[in-house]
């Protein structure tokens, strides 16, 4: 059902002209997962507000056995309704009205979660020149007494720059040296294709314990419909987090935990044989990009790319009407506070689409280009 829907939108999409291209894998569920749903559907389970202890226990053994890191599934994880749900709970938990948060840019859609906490969001540019690396000259200079916390997405969207250990530990010392709070949403861990790897925030802890990191399923085993996703902090954050929680959520549905049991421990195979396609998938768009004369830095990980359209001459949201117009979705970077000269162009659709996706951009440049 789940791959029929997806066709269905894809071919509507193309009767429209707009080429398809989603921003995560849409498969079906392996049989291993919809088993246990079957299972789930029949029981009654007792509520627990941190999340099953089966799954608690399943993603401690997966951040042990793929990062090393020891973590105490009783006291340091959180179960909730996916990252996005997490960290703007997380963000309620612990920052006060007036906090100031620090957010490199350009970057994902914090924005209304950090004033719905009453904080007010710093944006710190970053250049394509550097590769979108975070300015940390920048980030040093702009705290203040009225700083609490410091804003990270790793890997980032929409450019997908993945800062590499020692970026990460130079973010943490300016933390510790001034008792700011680290947050770091890194949903997408399985997206990394090249560069130096994704480092989670909390192999670093020894630097500065002060850190909370949220994790989607929904991007790293296709479960967006399921809306899984936890959070990872050291006992005493986490228990803040998870007052909070109770009193937004309760919890989080015990059949959709069995699936993210079930999915996180079960077999990977019918999973990596997809994301084993981005790094390809990724080389195709930015080379019709760079063919097409819109520069581009290639990304190291993500399904989306942030190549620099200014010598269209337009910008903000005349640019994703122009873009459009030629059938290719993007978003403009004024969106995620960075320049209206850029946009995020996904990579996620068939590679037919991509190369049809590139031909559309070389018309564009010649038919609009400056």
């Known amino acids: 059902m789940e791959r029929l829907m997806a066709l269905e939108l894809a071919e509507r999409a193309r009767q429209q002209g707009v080429l398809p291209m989603p921003g995560v894998p849409s498969l079906p569920m392996a049989e291993h997962v919809v088993e246990a749903v079957r299972r789930a559907a029949g029981q009654v389970l007792p509520r627990q507000t941190r999340g099953r202890p089966e799954l608690r226990g399943v993603l401690a053994d997966h951040l042990r056995e793929a990062f090393g890191l020891a973590v105490d599934p009783e006291r340091e994880l959180l179960v909730t309704h996916g990252a996005q749900h997490g960290m703007s709970v997380a963000l309620r938990a612990l920052v006060s009205p007036g906090d100031e948060i620090l957010v490199p840019a350009p970057t994902y859609f914090f924005d209304g979660m950090v004033r719905m906490a009453g904080a007010r969001p710093v944006y710190l540019p970053s250049r394509a020149a550097d590769g979108w690396a975070t300015d940390l000259d920048a980030l040093r200079a702009a705290v203040t007494p009225e700083t609490r916390a410091i804003l990270l997405c790793n890997p980032a969207n929409p450019t997908g720059y993945t800062p590499a250990a020692g970026e990460l530990a130079a973010i943490l010392s300016l933390a510790a040296e001034h008792g700011l709070l680290?947050?770091?949403?890194?949903?997408?861990?399985?997206?990394?294709?090249s560069g130096a790897g994704y480092t989670p925030l909390q192999t670093l802890r020894e630097h500065w314990p002060e850190l909370v990191t949220v994790t989607s399923l929904s991007k790293n085993y296709a479960f967006t419909p399921w809306r899984v996703g936890y959070v990872h902090a050291p006992a005493p954050l986490l228990e803040r987090v998870h007052r909070a929680f109770e009193w937004d959520a309760i919890t989080v549905g015990d059949v959709p935990q069995a699936a993210a049991c079930a999915v996180v421990s079960g077999p990977q195979e019918w999973l990596d044989e997809v994301y084993a396609t981005f790094p390809r998938r990724r080389d195709l768009l930015c080379s019709a990009l760079e063919t097409a004369g819109l520069p581009v830095v290639r990304p190291a990980a993500g399904i989306f790319a942030f190549p620099d359209f200014s010598?269209?001459?337009?910008?903000?949201?005349?640019?994703?009407?122009?873009?459009?117009?030629?059938?290719?979705?993007?978003?403009?970077?004024?969106?995620?506070?960075?320049?209206?000269?850029?946009?995020?162009?996904?990579?996620?659709?068939?590679?037919?689409?991509?190369?049809?996706?590139?031909?559309r951009l070389v018309t564009l440049v010649h038919e609009r280009g400056q």
């Open 182 to 193: 680290v947050l770091s949403d890194e949903s997408y861990a399985r997206y990394v294709h």
């Open 311 to 359: 010598r269209l001459g337009v910008r903000g949201r005349e640019l994703e009407d122009l873009l459009l117009q030629y059938g290719i979705p993007g978003i403009a970077g004024d969106a995620f506070h960075g320049e209206g000269t850029h946009a995020r162009l996904l990579y996620g659709g068939t590679e037919p689409d991509l190369a049809e996706a590139g031909r």
